[in-house]
């Protein structure tokens, strides 16, 4: 069981804005950077975020991310239909020592 | 061009054992923390374990302890995770990512394991 908890779905239209919000306690988030990983069907997952809000080479400014206390949150503004993915969050966690992953949120495209 | 190969997977009854590989290649392996991350069918991401890049540091998801290892050859270029006492919810998905939470975090395409009877 994820310790860090997504909405399990949200939906936009084309070109309309979404945001996702991860919530952790003070031994993930609180205490560890957040990184955001975007996994479409049938393919490997691709990290889109990390330390916060940084984005790596190739990830369009259309995403950002933001923390406060032990809440992250992803926004995708312009949303494009090929961007209907399941999205995680993930912090290392001091307590268990270990990587985790948020629930999951699945990104609708209407 | 960064390449990260899984191989390895199968079905395996429960309680079997399988070892996954994961061969590198288009970067200085040696260099980078080596992550295993699974996903169960019907379920999200889940990190089972990770390796420094000598190895001596090791880490692992609770249900793994006891039961996962991994390791890793840098004159070989190869990650690998040694799954004993396979359990029926071990099937899934196996990735290899390469530094899992950095800017050049890489994700292999995945081996499938199946745990069953």
């Known amino acids: 069981q994820s310790v860090l908890t997504q909405p399990p779905s949200v939906s936009a239209a084309p070109g309309q804005k979404v945001t996702i919000s991860c919530s952790g306690s003070?031994?993930?988030?609180?205490?560890?950077?957040v990184s955001w990983y975007q996994h479409l069907p049938g393919t490997a997952p691709k990290l889109l975020i990390y330390?916060?809000?940084k984005r790596p080479s190739g990830i369009p400014d259309r995403f950002s991310g933001s923390k406060s206390g032990t809440s992250a949150t992803l926004g995708i503004t312009g949303l494009q239909t090929g961007e209907e993915a399941d999205y995680y969050c993930g912090a290392w966690d001091g307590s268990l020592s270990a990587f985790v992953f948020g629930t999951g949120t699945k990104v609708t495209v209407l | 061009e960064v390449q990260l190969v899984e191989s390895g997977g199968g079905l395996v009854q429960p309680g079997g054992s399988l070892r996954l590989s994961c061969a590198a290649s288009g970067f200085t392996f040696s260099t980078y923390w080596m992550h295993w991350v699974r996903q169960a069918p019907g379920k999200g991401l889940e990190w089972v374990a990770n390796?420094?890049?000598?190895?001596?540091?090791?880490y692992y998801v609770d249900s793994a302890k006891g039961r996962f290892i991994i390791s890793r050859d840098n004159a070989k270029n190869s990650l690998y995770l040694q799954m004993d006492s396979l359990r029926v919810e071990d099937t899934a998905v196996y990735y290899c990512?390469?530094?899992?939470?950095?800017?050049?975090?890489?994700w292999g395409q995945g081996t499938l394991v199946t745990v069953s009877s």
């Open positions: 990512v390469r530094a899992i939470a950095v800017t050049d975090s890489y």
């Open positions: 390796i420094n890049q000598d190895g001596s540091e090791r």
């Open positions: 330390d916060n809000n």
């Open positions: 003070s031994s993930n988030i609180g205490n560890n950077f």
